[in-house]
């Protein structure tokens, strides 16, 4: 029952993480940190993993010079996933690690909420399975890890995604000549637009489903606005599952 709480506990605060406008992401990335020492249980697999666990070393290795910069390469090895991704949220949380050079080093994008979704993506979804596989004492091949991580292209037609950006530049020019929104609400509804938006482009099945129900929310209150998140929607729905 305990562990059946913490987890629940754990992938709620987690999710909220994944869920995330970058501009918040680091208060949430605070709360998740606090649920992992406070809750018995996950701290219980946190000693695990950090048993004889070298951060240094172990990043060292994870790193890979790629035509788009140095990115990071987490291990089939689950205490190494939950020890390497633990240490750097801590680091960001602490301010050890500057997060936007961070993201911009390791998940270089064309803005700061891209690269944090493609972040969550290489990071927090492996992390999160990772602490549920433990807690749970699931033993698991290493490459069934590696396939589960790995992002299905979504089988979207050329033409599908090319109503989806222009339903986009439809919200980017009503966001832009609104007068009731503000320069903060601005910025937060043109950021994580474009952010699905890249994503659709790119057909990544994972970071559509990770970046919608952020862009969803977001996007809640204003209400031309949500009429065209409905259009995106019915739109989408055929080719991306939990939307």
Same mark, same amino acid.
């Given at each position: $029952?305990?562990?059946?709480?913490?987890?629940?506990? %754990?992938?709620?605060?987690?999710?909220?993480?994944?869920?995330?406008?970058?501009?918040?992401?680091?208060?949430?990335?605070?709360?998740?940190?606090?649920?992992?020492?406070?809750?018995?249980? &996950?701290?219980?697999?946190?000693?695990?993993?950090?048993?004889?666990?070298?951060?240094?070393?172990?990043?060292?290795?994870?790193?890979?010079?790629?035509?788009?910069?140095?990115?990071?390469?987490?291990?089939?090895? &689950?205490?190494?996933?939950?020890?390497?991704?633990?240490?750097?949220?801590?680091?960001?949380?602490?301010?050890?690690?500057? %997060?936007?050079?961070? &993201?911009?080093?390791?998940?270089?994008?064309?803005?700061?909420?891209?690269?944090? *979704?493609?972040?969550?993506?290489? $990071?927090?979804? !492996?992390?999160?399975?990772?602490?549920?596989?433990?807690? *749970?004492?699931?033993?698991?091949? !290493?490459?069934?890890?590696?396939?589960?991580?790995?992002?299905?292209?979504?089988?979207? !037609?050329?033409?599908?995604?090319?109503?989806?950006?222009?339903?986009?530049?439809?919200?980017?020019?009503?966001?832009?000549?609104?007068?009731?929104? *503000?320069?903060?609400?601005?910025?937060?509804?043109?950021?994580?637009?474009?952010?699905?938006?890249?994503?659709?482009?790119?057909?990544?099945?994972?970071?559509?489903?990770?970046?919608?129900? @952020?862009?969803?929310?977001?996007?809640? @209150?204003? %209400?031309?606005?949500?009429?065209?998140? *409905?259009?995106?929607?019915?739109?989408?729905?055929?080719?991306?599952?939990?939307?």
């Amino acid at each position: $029952m305990e562990n059946t709480q913490a987890l629940q506990k %754990f992938l709620s605060d987690c999710d909220e993480v994944i869920q995330s406008n970058f501009i918040v992401a680091e208060r949430k990335i605070t709360a998740l940190l606090k649920t992992l020492t406070e809750e018995e249980a &996950l701290f219980e697999v946190i000693k695990k993993a950090f048993a004889g666990f070298d951060f240094d070393t172990e990043f060292a290795t994870s790193l890979t010079r790629e035509a788009s910069g140095i990115k990071i390469n987490l291990s089939k090895n &689950l205490n190494k996933v939950i020890g390497l991704v633990l240490t750097i949220l801590y680091k960001i949380d602490r301010g050890q690690i500057d %997060f936007n050079y961070f &993201l911009n080093e390791h998940f270089s994008s064309p803005n700061l909420q891209a690269a944090y *979704n493609s972040f969550v993506g290489a $990071m927090i979804l !492996p992390f999160r399975r990772a602490i549920e596989l433990q807690l *749970n004492d699931i033993e698991i091949d !290493p490459d069934e890890i590696e396939a589960a991580d790995d992002s299905p292209e979504a089988d979207i !037609p050329q033409d599908v995604i090319e109503k989806a950006v222009f339903i986009f530049r439809d919200i980017t020019s009503s966001v832009k000549s609104n007068p009731r929104i *503000n320069a903060t609400e601005r910025n937060d509804l043109l950021t994580i637009s474009e952010g699905l938006k890249n994503a659709i482009v790119a057909k990544d099945t994972n970071l559509i489903n990770i970046i919608w129900i @952020g862009f969803k929310n977001t996007f809640k @209150g204003y %209400f031309a606005l949500e009429q065209k998140v *409905n259009e995106l929607r019915v739109l989408l729905r055929f080719y991306i599952d939990k939307i």
